[in-house]
């Protein structure tokens, strides 16, 4: 069982940014990917971003490219999303996820469904 937790959100002028993180307890991350969605008022959950277990590879929604970059500190069982040039349309709540299984590719990356633990998640509002 891996429990997870997010911090770091809260609100935010356009073009600033914010770095959010997940905490995990119970067993070490170090052998899980590990992804970040979010969920805007009204939409569906939607993949942001996600990180290999080794942090080698990474995978980023194209809304988003170029802006958040995921990053992962096994040691401290820790993994990040640092947010930057923040727009109006990256409103939502931000979850944090945890992959079990083969080795994560960018088709798995993407689908909810190939994720085995999720965080209450963390709202980020950012104003314009």
């Known amino acids: 069982q891996v429990q997870l937790v997010e911090s770091g959100g809260g609100l935010v002028q356009a073009g600033g940014s914010l770095r959010l993180s997940c905490a995990t307890s119970?067993?070490?991350?170090?052998?899980?990917?590990m992804g970040w969605f979010r969920q805007a008022p009204g939409k569906e959950r939607e993949f942001v971003a996600a990180i290999s277990w080794s942090g080698g590879s990474t995978y980023v929604a194209d809304s988003v490219k170029g802006r958040f970059t995921i990053s992962r500190d096994n040691a401290k069982n820790t993994v990040y999303l640092q947010m930057n040039s923040l727009k109006p349309e990256d409103t939502a709540v931000y979850y944090c996820?945890?992959?079990?299984?083969?080795?994560?590719?960018?088709?798995?990356?993407?689908?909810?469904?190939?994720?085995?633990?999720w965080g209450q998640g963390t709202q980020v509002t950012v104003s314009s």
């Open positions: 119970g067993r070490t991350i170090s052998s899980y990917a």
């Open positions: 996820a945890a992959m079990g299984g083969p080795p994560i590719t960018a088709a798995r990356a993407t689908r909810i469904s190939n994720y085995d633990y």
